[in-house]
Structures are given as structure tokens and as C-alpha cells.
């Protein structure tokens, strides 16, 4: 079985530009969560997604959106880009989205230069 | 999630022993925990989850333990090996985050495995 995909593995940016990354989930989860990982930490909730619907959203700037698609997958886009924002980008989907486990995909290493 | 720089907490480990890698975590209100492992350069790999209606959980080579009255969860390794070596990270979810499932990070412990 497929697990949670996630496109492109490694992305180099300079500052001011704009990136999107973008996550399918498990076949027949609903829920796409995004995570920030800075080298060193842990990773920090960015937005979760169920049905499309925005259903929670981290203490993350404006600059950060994100959308899920009607096939469950999902884009996170970030504008103007800063060089804070060089960072393994994750994506979890999980069936619901509430109370249960959420399953990791690779990420995206995002390099701002 | 708890920030701890780029010095994280190791724990080195005799191929064969036992590891226990211990969590702190910081909301009372947290009701479903997870822990996950992470090898460098990937995503954070499923362990094992234990609702707080319980007090240990044992999977294969893993146990969980919580303590809620003191706000402490630990992961239990059986019989150690090479392939354990990784970062290994609790999470929590609290329920004030309403219908989202916001996972918030513990301080990640580095487990080494030496032969």
C-alpha cells in the first residue's frame, strides 16, 4: 500500500519567492495535516485539512496557505519567502482527522537562500 | 512543540538491552498520545498511541506507559537493535484544539545503539 506521498523531495528558493508544495494522502484517508521541522526540533502544526474544509490552523503568518483538493490531496503554498523558512516540510493524512493517528510522508526539504 | 536547539537529549544503548525514552508533556487536557521515529532525512514513522483511559499499551518490542498525575508518558524498546537508532519524538493532542487534531511535539531524544 502506498503510503503519504509528497512532491518535490528537494526545493531551493531565494528570498521573496514563492513555493508550493504538495502531499497525497493514504488511499482513503480524508484528513492532510502540515507540519513545519526545523533542523534540531520537533515538528510544528501548520493547518489541517478535512473535506476540504480548513480545520485547524498553527501560529503560522498569513504568508502560509494551504488548499485540499476534491481527490483528498492537498497544496501548501508559502509567499515571500524568508530564510527562516528553510525547513523539512511534512505532510500526515489520517482517515478523520480527530483523536487518531496520523501517518507521515517524507517531506519536503525546502532550502531559502 | 518544546524547542531544544540542535543538543538533544542521547541515549546510548547496548545492543540486546532494554531503552526507555522518557516525555514530559505540558497539557493537562491532552487525551491521545503518540509516539513516533524518526530516522535522519525522514519523516516521523508511527510507534505506537495510548488514549489516556489507559495506562500502558504494549505493541511489538514496544510499551508505552502514562502517567497522567504526573504528566509523564515513556516508551519502553525490548531487546535493542541497531535499526532502533533514530530520534524518537512523543506527541499529544490536546482537546481544546476542538475538532482539529493538532499534534504537539515533545523534545525529541536521540537513541544510539552501540555494539
Known amino acids: 500500500d502506498a503510503g503519504v506521498t509528497q512532491s518535490p523531495t528537494h526545493l531551493i528558493k531565494t528570498r521573496g519567492q514563492h513555493v508550493t508544495l504538495r502531499c497525497s494522502p493514504i488511499?482513503?484517508?480524508?484528513?492532510v495535516s502540515w507540519y513545519q521541522q526545523v533542523l534540531g526540533q520537533g515538528p510544528q502544526f501548520i493547518f489541517q485539512y478535512y473535506e476540504k474544509e480548513e480545520r485547524g490552523r498553527g501560529n503560522f503568518p498569513d504568508r502560509f496557505s494551504a488548499r485540499q483538493f476534491p481527490n483528498y490531496s492537498s497544496e501548501l503554498n508559502v509567499n515571500a519567502l524568508l530564510l527562516g523558512d528553510s525547513a523539512l516540510y511534512l505532510c500526515?493524512?489520517?482517515?478523520?482527522?480527530?483523536?487518531?493517528?496520523?501517518?507521515f510522508g517524507p517531506g519536503t526539504r525546502l532550502l531559502v537562500l | 512543540g518544546e524547542s531544544v536547539g540542535l543538543h538533544l537529549p542521547t541515549l546510548s544503548v547496548q545492543e540486546g538491552d532494554n531503552s526507555i525514552i522518557n516525555c514530559a508533556y505540558s497539557n493537562s487536557a491532552s487525551d491521545y498520545f503518540i509516539w513516533y521515529k524518526q530516522e535522519s532525512g525522514k519523516g516521523p514513522q508511527f510507534i505506537i498511541d495510548i488514549r489516556s483511559n489507559m495506562d500502558k499499551r504494549q505493541g511489538q518490542r514496544v510499551t508505552v506507559l502514562l502517567n497522567k498525575t504526573v504528566k509523564h508518558l515513556s516508551l519502553q524498546i525490548a531487546a535493542t537493535q541497531p535499526g532502533d537508532s533514530a530520534v524518537y519524538f512523543c506527541a499529544e493532542n490536546p482537546t481544546l484544539t476542538g475538532t482539529a487534531s493538532k499534534l504537539t511535539f515533545g523534545t525529541g531524544t536521540r537513541l544510539q545503539v552501540t555494539l
Open positions: 500526515a493524512s489520517s482517515l478523520r482527522g480527530f483523536q487518531e493517528t496520523q501517518y
Open positions: 488511499s482513503g484517508h480524508k484528513s
